[in-house]
C-alpha cells in the first residue's frame, strides 16, 4: 500500500456496543483471539488467558496510576462555572491544563475550587491554547485533588462512574496519566498471581498515557499526523527481564498500546531494551517493524484512530478490520470499559 488513508481503518460501529460501564468481575470481559498469520479468531472469556501463555513467556505491563483530573471549579470574581483538566505537571505546583471555557481563562484568571481549600491562578496561554495554571491550597496537593478531582474519563463514556478504582489497574503505582492503560484493567491479583505461578515472568514499565491518545487522526494521509509525546520510564530489571525472555526464546507480550509504545520506544537496533526514562512520540502504523513485541493483549478501538493502526501494524489491516467485524457481530463491548483481543 504506498500511502495509508485515514479511511482504510474505517469500520461501522454501532453506538450502543460502546462500553458505559465496568464489568463488576474484572476477568469476566470476553476474549477475542487473533491468530495474526491466519487471521483466523476464538471466542473466549478473559480468565481464560492463561491458555495462550507459555511457561517462559513475559506479561509487559504498565503501572501507571490515573490522578482524578478533571477539577470543576468557578471563577472568583464572577462565579461562572469552570471546569480544569490536568494534563501535565510541569514544576511543583505548575500545570499544564485544558480549561473549558477557555475563553473565560485569560492570564491573571482566578480560579476557586470545592470549599476553597484549592484555588489556581491563570499564569499563560501555550500550545493548542492549553493553560497554565498555579494551584495554592494547604496541605497536600494530592489529598485535595483526591477529594474534588473526578476520574477523566474519555468523552464517549457518558455515565458517572461510581468507583474511581474501576478506571485504575490492580498494580497501578505511579501518578501521572489523564487515562488509564485500559487493557490491563481485565486482570485481578489473583489472575497474575495464577499467570506468575505458571512461570510466566512480569516486567513492570512505566508510561504516562496523556489525552492525547483520544486525539483523532485529522489528516487523510496518515503519515501527516503528529503523535502526542508521553514520558515513560523503564527500570533496569524490567529491560533485564524483557531482554533475557527474548535471548532465551520467549515471547513479549505486551498489556496495551502503551507498553507496546514504551518497549518499542526504549529498544535499540538489535532489539534489546535499554533502561532509562525519556519522550515518545512514537507513531507505529502498517510497514513497521516490531522489535520488542511478539504478542500484545488489547481493547477494541475507535475508528481511523492510531491505535487501531497500531493493531493493524501488527496483524495485517485486513485481519483486523475482518475480527473487528466478527466482534460487532458477535456483541462484543468496545473502547475502554469493553471487552479485550490477545494478538498471538
Known amino acids: 500500500m504506498s500511502e495509508l488513508r485515514k479511511s482504510d481503518f474505517y469500520f461501522d460501529l454501532p453506538q450502543e456496543l460502546i462500553a458505559q460501564d465496568p464489568l463488576a468481575d474484572r476477568t469476566a470481559s470476553r476474549l477475542l483471539v487473533l491468530h495474526r498469520q491466519t487471521g483466523e479468531v476464538e471466542h473466549h472469556t478473559f480468565r481464560e ?34 471546569e480544569v483538566l490536568l494534563l501535565k505537571r510541569r514544576e511543583n505546583d505548575v500545570w499544564e491544563t485544558l480549561v473549558k471555557p477557555g475563553k473565560k481563562a485569560r492570564p491573571g484568571t482566578k480560579l476557586v475550587f470545592g470549599d476553597g481549600c484549592l484555588r489556581a491562578e491563570v499564569l499563560d496561554v501555550v500550545e493548542e491554547g492549553n493553560r497554565l495554571i498555579r494551584f495554592s491550597y494547604e496541605g497536600i496537593f494530592e489529598e485535595a485533588l483526591d477529594r474534588l478531582g473526578e476520574m477523566p474519563l474519555p468523552p464517549y463514556i457518558t455515565h458517572k462512574l461510581q468507583d474511581k478504582n474501576r478506571y485504575q489497574t490492580v498494580y497501578a503505582k505511579y501518578e501521572g496519566s489523564a487515562a488509564a492503560p485500559t487493557a490491563g484493567l481485565h486482570f485481578t491479583q489473583e ?37 502526542h509525546s508521553e514520558h515513560y520510564q523503564i527500570t533496569r530489571e524490567a529491560s533485564d527481564i524483557i531482554n533475557r525472555t527474548k535471548k532465551e526464546g520467549g515471547r513479549v507480550i505486551c498489556v496495551g498500546t502503551t507498553s507496546c509504545r514504551t518497549v518499542e520506544s526504549a529498544a535499540d537496533e ?75
Not at 498515557?209 to 503528529?226: C, M, Q, S, Y
Not at 502498517?286 to 475508528?303: A, E, S
Request: aromatic share 8%; glycine share 8%; with cysteine.
Open 49 to 82: 488467558i492463561t491458555d495462550y501463555l507459555r511457561p517462559g513467556d513475559c506479561l509487559v505491563l504498565n503501572n501507571t496510576k490515573v490522578i482524578p483530573a478533571r477539577l470543576m471549579g468557578v471563577k472568583e470574581d464572577t462565579g461562572a462555572a469552570i
Open 191 to 227: 489472575l497474575l498471581a495464577k499467570i506468575e505461578e505458571m512461570g510466566v515472568r512480569i516486567a513492570s514499565v512505566t508510561l504516562h498515557v496523556g489525552l492525547g491518545t483520544f486525539r483523532p487522526v485529522k489528516a487523510d494521509n496518515i503519515l501527516e499526523h503528529h503523535m
Open 270 to 344: 538489535s532489539g534489546s531494551v535499554q533502561p532509562g526514562c525519556g519522550d515518545t512520540e512514537i507513531f507505529i502504523y502498517p510497514g513497521y517493524q516490531f522489535k520488542v513485541l511478539d504478542c500484545l493483549i488489547t481493547n477494541f478501538h475507535l475508528p481511523e484512530s492510531t491505535l487501531v493502526m497500531l493493531v493493524s501494524a501488527l496483524a495485517g489491516r485486513e485481519h483486523v478490520l475482518a475480527a473487528y467485524q466478527k466482534a460487532v457481530e458477535e456483541r462484543y463491548r468496545f473502547f475502554s470499559f469493553g471487552d479485550a483481543m490477545l494478538i498471538i
